[in-house]
Structure formats: C-alpha cells, structure tokens
C-alpha cells in the first residue's frame, strides 16, 4: 500500500519559517519525481516546487528565493524549507509522488494545513 505522509504544518508568524517533511512508503521513492502542491480555500491545487529523481527543482515563482525543495532518498523524504513566510502562503500543503515510464504512476498525501497569520 502507497502511504505519503506529511507533517510539520503549523501556525506562524509571517516573516516565520516552517519545513514540511513527507515520508513515502510502498514506492521505490528514488524513482519518482517528487512534488510539493498547495491549495487555499476557493482556489485551485497548485504546484509549489518539485524535485526530479536526479535532484533537479523547479519553483513557482510566488515560492522562489523562498522556499527550499530537497529529498533524502535514504529516509523516503522530501522536504520543503519555507522562509520569509506571508499570509498568501496559508494554504492545505500536498505531496505528490509522480513517475512517468511505461506507466505513470502518480501518488497524494493527505495534507497538512500551513497557516500564516500575527
């Protein structure tokens, strides 16, 4: 069974610093590209940052010069560093396990609420 598990979500200052971990079990973690999602209520699921297989990343750029994405792949882990938070970032944080070979196989955490308000 394919289990994402996030954790580290919280309540924080905006100026205030959080790191999301997300464990993955049941995939051979190395192999997928993984992937951190936000949505805020009445919006749309959007991507947030994502780290290839090889450890290449991508950033949107609301999270750019921000935000962090890296993986363990030792530990199953993907984390996603976020710095100088502002209340535009308060959102439902997702994980997101993605592999594209002869069949794409594409995986979802459960969530955890990052809220950024004084």
């Known amino acids: 069974q394919v289990q994402l598990v996030e954790s580290g979500g919280g309540l924080v200052q905006p100026g205030g610093s959080l790191r999301l971990s997300c464990v993955g079990s049941g995939i051979m973690f190395s192999i997928y590209a993984m992937g951190w999602y936000r949505q805020a209520p009445g919006n749309e699921r959007e991507l947030v940052a994502v780290?290839?297989?090889?450890?290449?990343?991508n950033y949107a750029h609301s999270a750019e010069g921000r935000f962090t994405i890296s993986r363990d792949n030792a530990k199953n882990t993907v984390y996603l560093q976020m710095n100088s938070l502002k209340p535009e970032d308060t959102a439902v944080y997702y994980c997101?396990?993605?592999?594209?070979?002869?069949?794409?196989?594409?995986?979802w955490g459960q969530g955890t609420q990052v809220t950024v308000s004084s």
């Open positions: 780290i290839s297989s090889g450890g290449s990343t």
């Open positions: 997101n396990a993605y592999y594209s070979g002869r069949t794409k196989l594409d995986y």
